[in-house]
């Protein structure tokens, strides 16, 4: 039980001086100390039982040496000529060592590429970044004497170490780096609570009542096994509001690799990070972290089943130094070369970037050219503004199974930068957003959710419409742009700036044209609102479409001397025809390929490459031509709908929508401004998606067909229903009726069609709110 205590008090003095009588973490050491009770500072933290470190109280609390080295002697050769030698680069680059922050936040950031590349210092001392991997504390501890006493410091600082090479992946962090200082790269999906780690802690002999100060290595309660003064005492009384009993900020965050660089089919590995001093708060669930640290054991020892305690088991974490944040960077995980840079370069000369990669994105799927612009612009996203709209488009993609809409949104996160891909089917509320879970020690931390880990990126929910319970955790995310928690009297936010792509079939198995989206796949309207693009694919039989399908799934299983038919070639897809009207051909007739025509796609590291390049240097406004023309389709959109006197399914946010596209559309370009082409592009693709969801059954566009709401056919029976069920509940004076009561009503009334249809669609319009198995509440509005 000892071994597993942490020493959490009061911080009653945190101020490392050593001008006072506190023992400031390793001060007050006084130089004739039993060598019996000193290991050095390696061993000071292994995990398993050893000789605690002792430190007596002395008055000669001025000797900075001790400060930093409190079971070393300040005689050896090596040591005081790499003192020299960082001194004098200290004295020589004084300027880039900024006193106030050093006072304010105790610690002073160190550049290593910076640092090795001066010449007098490599040649004094050669071998520093050996040093620095092999014995990390020690090389650590004399930088930090240093800078103390060069720059005259009034506290005990911390060198936090940057741009530290290479970076290991945490896949292959293994028992041999332990005590080695590393370099990871992960984002943080558990950060704990912050608490206070005891440092150094005063005892009380019970014989002579002299007071010593044990050093706590990581944290682990450790008495003193013998009394320094008497010899004889053996029992000690912990003194927690000694001045010498020190304690320090603590965290523990937890941090997994990235989900594009772990392997298929194996759960991701991940590390814990243990945070101090002005490190702690620096983590935020979501966030790519550079974490720079020793490799350190920590231990537990479990019981047998004969009540013995069993052997101990390790299990590695990271002691930080320093942290990189990358939470401002739009795409922290991808790193550009010069041959990335002559490839983007190849790229955007030429003919046609955004054809070419609608046609790179998942080339194995035959046609679909309209979806696969509308995933292409999602992944790219508009310009962000501060404290503005949210930038990112949201697609949805609806249709019958077996058309391919799995593998459109796997190709999707897989070219996406950082991209994450969950089934609707298997996740759940706090796996979509963010998760409060309880430590060991009972305090409470935040897991982060697929939106969480996405932020900045992009987001693939499949099986949306299998998710039905969890709706309400992707309202939130998708318009606010962060995900909120209120549980067990924890109230924060976390940001999810992530764009959605999803997929859905229809509740029916087959999608019906009779009905709108939200009745064919009895999602909330709120949520489909926030779709700034709907596809509809329908599996319709045609004799041109199917040949070439045909064609084109056998020449991926024929190798790659099999070549096309050209009599069965043609430019022409019969689903999007007849769908699509003369405002949208041109850009359909410029997407599809040609007859006899070959195009070499991109790779899918190019590709993603292109997309990180885009989004991180192109920031594209509207100009004033485009803007016109975006103006002009939704005032015309809002005309047409005032016309027929029903709802108004078109809002400012299909204005908004637009906007996004439209700077999507010119950032695929590189183009700092956005053209009036590029809104024609947008309103090309945006007629085709208005056209599949506001036609009916006979192919008749009518807006009037509310994406959120009924179909204009059943509009009228759904009012002949509800005044029905209104006077039925004056009559009866009750408001809950049995779905075989509500049949009843149906059949009285002399309604025409399925009395199970409307009582849905009445269902998903809120009228009627199911209060248990097959009972509802009528719901006046």
């Known amino acids: 039980m000892r071994r597993n205590w942490r020493g959490r008090y009061k911080n009653n003095s945190n101020r490392h001086t050593y001008g006072s009588r506190s023992v400031s973490s390793h001060s007050n050491i006084s130089k004739n100390y039993c060598p019996s009770t000193v290991t050095s500072t ?8 050893q000789v605690p470190i002792t430190v007596p109280i002395s008055d000669n609390n001025s000797n900075i040496w001790k400060l930093y080295f409190p079971t070393q002697e300040q005689n050896g050769s090596t040591i005081s000529k790499q003192i020299e030698c960082f001194n004098r680069y200290i004295i020589a680059n004084r300027s880039i060592f900024d006193l106030e922050k050093i006072d304010l936040n105790r610690s002073v950031p160190l550049d290593v590429q910076i640092l090795t590349k001066d010449d007098e210092f490599n040649r004094d001392w050669p071998s520093f970044q050996n040093d620095l991997f092999e014995n990390p504390e020690n090389t650590l501890r004399i930088l930090e004497f240093c800078l103390h006493k060069t720059l005259q410091c009034h506290s005990k600082i911390n060198v936090r170490i940057i741009n530290h090479q290479p970076v290991v992946p945490i896949a292959n962090l293994k028992v041999n780096y332990f005590g080695k200082l590393v370099t990871i790269k992960g984002t943080v999906i558990r950060v704990g609570s912050v608490g206070l780690i005891c440092t150094s802690m005063a005892f009380e002999c019970s014989s002579c009542h002299s007071i010593q100060a044990v050093i706590q290595p990581q944290g682990l309660f450790t008495a003193p096994s013998i009394c320094q003064s008497c010899r004889n005492g053996h029992k000690f009384e912990p003194i927690q509001s000694s001045p010498y009993t020190n304690t320090t900020d603590w965290q523990v965050a937890k941090i997994q690799e990235i989900q594009s660089h772990s392997i298929s089919g ?15 708060g620096s983590a935020c669930p979501g966030d790519v972290l550079s974490v720079t640290g020793i490799v350190q054991v920590r231990g537990e020892s479990k019981g047998g089943e004969d009540g013995k305690k069993a052997a101990r088991l390790l299990q590695l974490y990271i002691e930080a130094v320093s942290i990189h944040s990358q939470r401002n960077l739009s795409n922290p995980t991808i790193s550009f070369t010069l041959k990335d840079y002559y490839a983007i370069q190849e790229i955007h000369a030429s003919d046609d970037v955004f054809r070419l990669l609608v046609h ?12 696969k612009a509308g995933l292409i612009l999602g992944l790219f996203g508009g310009t962000e503004h501060d404290n ?14 077996g058309l391919g809409k799995s593998q459109l949104l796997q190709a999707a996160a897989y070219a996406a930068p950082r991209g994450v891909y969950v089934c609707g089917a298997s996740a759940s509320g706090g796996g979509l957003t963010v998760a409060l879970g309880r430590e060991a020690g009972g305090d409470f931390a935040l897991e982060a959710g697929a939106l969480v880990l996405a932020d900045k990126g992009v987001c693939c929910v499949d099986e949306l419409d299998k998710m039905c319970a969890h709706h309400s955790s992707l309202l939130e995310a998708m318009e606010q742009r962060r995900v909120s928690v209120a549980k067990g009297g924890v109230v924060c936010s976390l940001p999810a700036r992530a764009t959605v792509l999803a997929a859905a079939n229809p509740a029916a198995g087959c999608y019906n ?3 709108t989206v939200a009745e064919n796949l009895k999602i909330n309207s709120a949520l489909l609102s926030r779709f700034d693009l709907v596809f509809i694919l329908l599996d319709q039989p045609d004799e041109k479409t199917d040949a070439m399908l045909s064609e084109h ?3 991926l299983h024929s190798g790659p001397k099999a070549k096309q038919n050209p009599s069965a070639s043609t430019s022409n897809n019969s689903i999007l025809e007849s769908t699509q009207n003369n405002g949208s051909m041109s850009l359909s007739d410029r997407l599809r390929l040609k007859p006899d025509e070959v195009i070499e796609t991109l790779p899918l590291v190019l590709l993603r490459k292109y997309i990180a390049y885009a989004q991180r240097y192109v920031h594209p406004t509207l100009s004033t031509e485009a803007a016109n023309a975006l103006r002009s389709f939704y005032l015309e959109l809002r005309h047409n709908q005032g016309m027929t006197g029903d709802g108004t399914p078109i809002t400012t946010r299909q204005l908004e929508a637009c906007i996004r ?6 950032r695929i370009d590189l183009r700092e401004e956005a053209t009036e082409q590029d809104a024609n592009d947008v309103i090309s693709l945006m007629k085709h998606s208005l056209v599949d969801t ?6 008749n566009i009518e807006l009037s067909r509310s994406i959120n709401g009924s179909g204009v056919s059943s509009r009228n029976k759904v009012k002949q229903f509800l005044d029905a069920l209104t006077r039925r509940s004056h009559q009866l004076s009750k408001n809950v009726f049995t779905r075989q009561e509500l049949k009843q009503i149906h059949k009285g009334a002399g309604i025409a069609g399925d009395a199970n249809d409307l009582i849905e669609a009445m269902h998903i319009n809120s009228y009627l709110l199911l209060k248990g198995s097959n009972t509802y509440q009528l719901i006046f509005q």
């Open 694 to 699: 506001f036609s009916d059954e006979f192919g």
């Open 513 to 515: 044209k009779a009905k």
């Open 388 to 401: 503005g709209p949210r930038s990112y488009a949201h697609v949805l993609v609806v249709g019958d199974p």
């Open 42 to 49: 390696n061993s000071a933290r292994a995990p398993a039982n």
């Open 360 to 371: 790179s994105l998942c080339p194995t799927i035959f046609g679909h050219e309209a979806v």
């Open 661 to 666: 596209l439209t700077q999507a559309r010119a």
């Open 266 to 280: 194996t759960i991701p590995r991940s590390v814990e990070i243990d945070l101090q001093g002005d490190l702690v």
């Open 553 to 555: 799934v056998l020449a």
